[in-house]
């Protein structure tokens, strides 16, 4: 079977500060799963199975995916979602400066655009590429972002895009899609760190 593997990047400074966006380094615990994913990923490809990294261009995945021995590729595609003005803030202190906007967002966080930055439902229009190039693939394992995992789990689950934003996908955890016909079968591993 060909399988393709999602993982957020370990956790970053930023998580720790609970701000958004930015390209902040992993914090030490994230390192510590990036230590660890190499194990975590032998147990389920062996040595013979060919398999490809595939990260966003920002510094938390490329430093998730360090210690991994396979071929890499980083794709501006995969990039978190653009916060735009809220680039850096804390939720708190989007509520404080654009009380509208996080309001928007609540009502529809699907649609809504952050000042300058993206939706979900534009982050899922960037992915195409991305989804059209994932379907010509072997075995890839994705090294990205909360938000646009979100989508491309939506997408292999046959959720509707809608939902997309409420997709679970939790901070150092391995999850396993296995697309077949009908249906996608999903494994979630989760690093003890
Ligand atoms: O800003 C990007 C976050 O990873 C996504 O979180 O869409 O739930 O605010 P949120």
Known sequence: PRYIW???HGESQYNLEGKIGGDADLSERGFKYAQKLPDLVKQYIKDHEKLTVWTSTLKRTKQTAQYLTYPKKSW??????DAGSCDGLTYEEIAERFPEDFKARDDNKFEYRYRGGESYRDVIIRLEPIIMELENQE????????????C????FM???QEESPWMSIPLHTLIRLEPRAYETLVTRIK???
């Not at 501006?76 to 979602?81: C, G, H, R, S, T």
């Not at 075995?139 to 979100?150: E, F, K, P, Y």
């Not at 491309?152 to 997408?155: E, P, T, V």
């Open 158 to 160: 046959n959720v509707p």
């Open 191 to 193: 690093a003890d760190i």
């Open 6 to 8: 999602l993982s957020r």
């Open 152 to 155: 491309i789990y939506a997408y």
């Open 76 to 81: 501006k595609a995969l990039d978190e979602l």
């Open 139 to 150: 075995n890839i394992l994705i090294i990205t972002h909360q938000a646009v995992l979100r």
